[in-house]
């Protein structure tokens, strides 16, 4: 799945145990511009290096993986819970955006032939 969005947060990289690291990701979503949206996207392990050169107010695209799992708490009562795991990003404008613009080389139009059989 994937989205396009302004980055509203993004947070340091969090050791949650010995094996697992995570990063955090918040991108303004506005599908009704009057109620825009606030998701957050989780960068797993190695992928935490991918927010390294994101900035607020980028705008971007994320793509991510759609989770769920569910929890039962001790006394018996089953919740869901769901997640949005980023596996990749690009910045589309912004400061983490490419400075300039590639085009195509300019024609040399001196270059063509002289002949012409166009006709009109």
Not at 7 to 14: L, N, R
Request: charged content about 30%.
């Amino acid at each position: 799945m994937d989205i396009k969005g302004k980055v509203h947060e993004v947070s340091p990289t969090v050791q949650v145990t010995d094996s697992l690291k995570k990063r955090e990701l918040i991108v303004e979503y506005i599908e009704n511009p009057q109620y825009p949206e606030y998701l957050k996207f989780e960068a797993m392990q190695e992928r935490c290096n991918l927010l390294d050169n994101v900035k607020v107010g980028d705008d971007v695209e994320v793509f991510f993986n759609l989770r769920g799992r569910p929890w039962t708490d001790k006394t018996g009562k089953k919740s869901y819970f769901n997640s949005l795991q980023l596996w990749r990003i690009n910045v589309l404008s912004g400061a983490g955006a490419a400075a300039s613009p590639e085009y195509a080389p300019p024609v040399d139009l001196s270059a063509a032939p002289d002949e012409d059989d166009l006709p009109f």
